[in-house]
Nanobody, 124 residues
């Protein structure tokens, strides 16, 4: 079972541009990977996904500001966050699964089976 470990969170000023990293314990080249977030008192929100062909998908609230990418040689997925806003404050989770990259719902990160412990991002 793949294990995922996130890093890169912390306290950031509005407008900042941190990058989150997610390292997988094993080869994830054939996985769909993504990021989800959960703010206090709210449900989990899919942020970004990337499939094994490099296709990407983004939630409406982050489209144009966040970029997901992956380095298969390092089994690592990144989330570059730009122009952060206070409403981006949340626990950010990395997730992955061996989902058919051509399925209609490949980008539904909240349906993936493997999850990290999360990294907190606080924007003030």
């Amino acid at each position: 079972q793949v294990q995922l470990v996130e890093s890169g969170g912390g306290s950031v000023q509005a407008g900042g541009s941190p990058t989150l990293s997610c390292v997988a314990s094993e080869y994830t080249r054939d996985y769909c990977m993504g990021w989800s977030r959960q703010a206090p008192g709210k449900g989990r929100e899919g942020v970004a996904s990337i499939n094994s062909d490099g296709w990407t998908a983004y939630g409406d609230s982050v489209k144009g500001r966040f970029t997901i990418s992956q380095d298969n040689a390092k089994n690592t997925v990144y989330l570059q966050m730009n122009s952060l806003r206070p409403e981006d404050t949340a626990m950010y989770y990395c997730a992955g699964d061996m989902v058919n990259p051509y399925a209609a719902s490949w980008w539904e990160v909240n349906e993936y089976n493997y999850w990290g412990q999360g990294t907190q991002v606080t924007v003030s």
